[in-house]
C-alpha cells in the first residue's frame, strides 16, 4: 500500500510559484496603468495585455495539471470549517485566474481595442464592439482585480498560518518535495 504523497508535483510548484510572481506583477502594472497618463501609461499597457493572455494560457495548463494529478490531502486534523475555507478559497482563486483576462479580453473586444501580443501578433475580438458592454466589463475587471487582490492576501495569511503556526506541512506541501 503506498502512501498519499505529501508535496505538489514539481510541475504544479513551477506554475504555482511562476504565476504568482506574473499575477502580482499584473496586479501592480494594472494599477499604475489606470493611475497615468504619462508616456509610462502605453508601456504598462502594452506589457499588461499580454501578460494576460500568457497567465490565461498558464492557468489553463495549470487546471489541467491539477485535475490530472490532484493535490495532497489537507491534515486529518484540521478544522472542517478550514477545510471548507481551503477548497473554496482555491476555487475562487481558479475562477479569478480564467476571469479576469477574458474580462480583460471581452472588455478590449467591445471597445473596438486590438489585443496585440509579442511580434505584433493580434488576438481576435470575442466580444461585439460596444461602448455600454465596454463600460460595464471595465468596471467588472477592476472589481474582480481587488478581488482577486483580496483573495491572494488571504491565500497568503492562510500558508503564513500553516507555515509559522501550525506547521503541518501544507506550505512544504507547495515550497518544496
Not at 104 to 111: N, Q, T
Not at 122 to 141: G, K, S
Request: positive net charge.
Amino acid at each position: 500500500m503506498t502512501s498519499p504523497r505529501s508535496h505538489f508535483s514539481i510541475l504544479a510548484r513551477l506554475l504555482h510559484w511562476s504565476m504568482a510572481v506574473l499575477i502580482i506583477t499584473m496586479l501592480f502594472v494594472g494599477v499604475g496603468m489606470v493611475s497615468t497618463v504619462s508616456w509610462l501609461h502605453n508601456t504598462l499597457l502594452a506589457l499588461h495585455r499580454p501578460l494576460g493572455i500568457t497567465l490565461l494560457a498558464l492557468v489553463i495548463v495549470r487546471v489541467t495539471v491539477r485535475l490530472l494529478n490532484g493535490a495532497p490531502p489537507l491534515p486529518a486534523d484540521m478544522p472542517g470549517w478550514q477545510r471548507v475555507a481551503a477548497h473554496g478559497s482555491h476555487l475562487m482563486l481558479y475562477l479569478l485566474m480564467i476571469a479576469m483576462p477574458l474580462i480583460g479580453w471581452s472588455m478590449l473586444s467591445a471597445g473596438g481595442y486590438p489585443i496585440v501580443l509579442a511580434g505584433g501578433v493580434h488576438l481576435p475580438p470575442i466580444a461585439p464592439h460596444n461602448v455600454v458592454l465596454y463600460a460595464w466589463l471595465r468596471a467588472a475587471h477592476t472589481w474582480l482585480g481587488v478581488t482577486l487582490f483580496a483573495t491572494i492576501l488571504v491565500h497568503l495569511a492562510a500558508a503564513l498560518f500553516h507555515a509559522l503556526i501550525r506547521r503541518d506541512g501544507v506550505f512544504a506541501s507547495m515550497a518544496r518535495g
